[in-house]
């Protein structure tokens, strides 16, 4: 399954790449409004991107080279080529 996100969800989803709670998320992004940002993470967790206990939120690692296709045989310098 691949999940494109915008700018603004990008950056949401990497402000979660440690443990942060909502408060915080909403300091960071202040504009965003909270019902959006509620909104944001809560599909980011139905798509299992994030995880989220209690009021805390943790992006969780997305392995890039499966989700290109690039099996692990191939050297550094074919994955750098195929971003070009």
């Known amino acids: 399954m691949i999940y494109v996100l915008d700018q603004t969800e990008r950056d949401v989803f990497l402000g979660c790449s440690d443990v942060i709670s909502f408060n915080k998320l909403q300091e960071l992004f202040p504009h965003i409004a909270d019902h959006e940002l509620a909104a944001m ?3 980011f967790e139905e798509k299992g991107i994030v995880y989220r206990e209690d009021d ?3 992006g969780l690692p997305l392995n890039y080279r499966l989700l290109m296709g690039i099996s692990p045989e191939k050297p550094q310098k074919q994955v750098i080529s195929n971003l070009c």
């Open 41 to 43: 993470l809560h599909t």
């Open 56 to 58: 805390f939120y943790l």
